[in-house]
């Protein structure tokens, strides 16, 4: 090996036949002694050049937009989580449409006790699948984009959402009469609008969210509608 | 690559080997838990984890970017990358070397997407004249980092992970998928433009040795 070959070896990682190869020849060449002496005086240099810490201003810049990163990312993560529920809302959603219509065909009408077992069993999809806490977001998301109606059909329909929430199963003219509100605001209908009307690249869970609620307080129109078949019989 | 690697910096023969390159010895006792912690989905122990490790990574990309660069926004986008892949993370390897592995990555990615690399005139790299007074130590350090600034950018990526950050040649071959030969080579290469540029210093720095 001639003395560059050694030098190159000298930087390290070698072997230790390498190794063997290198000390051999250091030990013949008095420059190639003189080289290896002086590398570590320079790597002594280089690391205290190197090393030294970043300035802790920087530092804390970084890490804070890091950490506020991380937190959207957080966020982001709970919104697919929450887009599973809407998946799921929406099958519930046609199971029970299926089952309304089995209903009525059975019966043609749609009678208190059954307005108040469809009533109730709304109400507690409403629970389970957080609709209210995806309203929530959805206005923060509007607010956040400057989006102003889509902003207010999900005020609109936390509203009625929260109106739906709060009725009383059993009684079923107070049940008839928030459902017609819901009806007759068309709300599901504003929200299904809102869908359409954003923006291609838009998250996945914006419209899922969009669709969950729309799913809901259409079937809370669709229960209405079947008060109206049932007077007008 | 082993997990604890850090931990025995400072710590014997075994040490003073795989410290050759100077790592910064920074042991915290808690970071295997804090790995498996963040691993499990523990924001706090990831961010341990960053406080712990996340310098090294703003050194580096700073040492490649330069500093008033990009070094801050490839730091932040590193942390975040690693945020979103700690779940990959294999437990037991070193975590340090890790994140720089994402910060190598990133920095490649973000290095793409710019004009493409001219090739830098290492050759004709002017040799930076010696303080008159004899220079300082911090004048030499800053004289370095003026002159890694130069370096072709596989060169400087494997002096600032050699000495910045006290990785081993195989840690470094691991991270940028080189050989082992390789990252000598390019240190050698490295080391042949720091002697040039930095020879009117030999003196100055003789002087301080005696």
């Not at chain 1, 207010?152 to 329909?157: I, L």
């Not at chain 1, 199963?169 to 459902?179: F, I």
């Not at chain 1, 068309?186 to 929200?191: A, D, E, P, Q, T």
Request: aromatic share 4%; proline share 3%; net charge neutral.
């Amino acid at each position: 090996m001639n003395c560059e070959e050694i030098q190159v070896l000298l930087e390290g990682g070698t072997s230790p036949a390498e190794e063997a190869v290198v000390a051999e020849h250091l030990g013949q060449c008095a420059a190639c002694a003189q080289y290896a002496a002086r590398l570590e005086e320079e790597n002594r240099v280089l690391r205290k050049a190197l090393a030294l810490p970043p300035g802790a201003e920087r530092w804390q810049r970084v890490k804070a937009r890091a950490a506020a990163g991380a937190d959207l990312e957080t966020f982001s993560r709970t919104r697919r989580r929450r887009a599973y529920w809407a998946v799921a809302g929406v099958a519930a959603a046609v199971a029970f449409s299926v089952t309304i219509i089995i209903v009525r065909r059975d019966t043609g009408v749609q009678t208190p006790e059954s307005l108040a077992a469809h009533v109730a069993t709304l109400q507690e999809e409403v629970r389970s699948s957080q609709v209210l806490d995806e309203l929530d977001q959805l206005q923060i998301v509007f607010r956040e984009t400057g989006d102003a109606d889509g902003r207010s059909v999900a005020e609109d329909a936390e509203l009625y959402v929260e109106r739906l929430l709060a009725l009383d199963a059993q009684r079923v003219d107070q049940a008839r009469e928030v459902l017609a509100g819901i009806k007759a605001a068309g709300i599901h209908k504003r929200l299904l609008r809102v869908r359409d009307s954003i923006s291609e690249d838009a998250p996945t869970p914006l419209r899922a969210s969009l669709d969950l609620a729309a799913s809901t307080l259409g079937k809370a129109a669709y229960l209405a509608d079947s008060k109206g078949r049932h007077h007008g019989r | 690559m082993r997990g604890g690697a850090l931990c025995t910096v400072g710590d014997g023969a075994d040490v003073s080997k795989r410290d050759a390159g100077g790592r910064q010895a920074r042991c915290d006792p808690r970071e295997d838990g804090w790995v498996r912690a963040a691993k499990a989905g523990s924001r706090e122990a990831f961010d341990a984890l960053v406080e712990l490790h996340g310098p090294s990574v703003l050194r580096y990309l700073e040492g490649m970017c330069g500093r008033g660069g990009e070094g801050e926004d490839l730091a932040q986008e590193t942390l975040l990358q690693a945020f979103r892949r700690i779940g990959t993370f294999a437990t037991g390897t070193d975590f340090r070397a890790w994140l720089l592995t994402i910060a190598y990555h990133t920095w490649v990615h973000s290095a793409r997407k710019k004009k493409p690399v001219v090739g830098v005139l290492q050759e004709g790299l002017a040799e930076i004249p010696a303080p008159d007074p004899p220079a300082s130590g911090t004048d030499l350090e800053a004289a370095v980092r003026l002159v890694l600034g130069t370096l072709p950018e596989d060169q400087r990526t494997v002096v600032l992970l050699r000495f910045g950050e006290g990785l081993s040649h195989a840690e470094i071959a691991s991270l940028t998928g080189a050989q082992a030969s390789t990252v000598r080579w390019r240190l050698f290469r490295a080391r042949q433009v720091l002697q040039k540029a930095l020879k009117a210093w030999r003196p100055a720095l003789e002087e301080r040795e005696t």
